[in-house]
C-alpha cells in the first residue's frame, strides 16, 4: 500500500469517519470525494471528459 498504511490503520481512520460524520452522511462523502478524485484526474491528465453528470448522479456518454 502506498505511504506504508496498513489494514490496521486504514481501520481506524474509517472507524474515526463513521463516527464523525455518521453513518447516513458517509456514503455521500464518499461519493463526493470520489467525483472530486476523478475531476482532479481529469484536469491533471487534460483528457477530455467523456461522461457528465446527469440531475440523478448517472453517467451517459456524450
Known amino acids: ?5 496498513g489494514l ?3 481501520l481506524i481512520v474509517l472507524v474515526i ?3 464523525v460524520l455518521g453513518p447516513k452522511k458517509l456514503p ?6 470520489g ?3 476523478r ?7 487534460g483528457g477530455s471528459d ?3 453528470d446527469d440531475d440523478d448522479d448517472t453517467y451517459a456518454l456524450r
Open 1 to 5: 500500500m502506498p505511504f506504508n498504511v
Open 8 to 10: 490496521p490503520e486504514l
Open 17 to 19: 469517519a463513521l463516527i
Open 28 to 33: 455521500d462523502f464518499g461519493r463526493s470525494l
Open 35 to 37: 467525483n472530486g478524485m
Open 39 to 45: 475531476e482532479f484526474k481529469d484536469s491533471i491528465s
Open 50 to 52: 467523456s461522461r457528465r
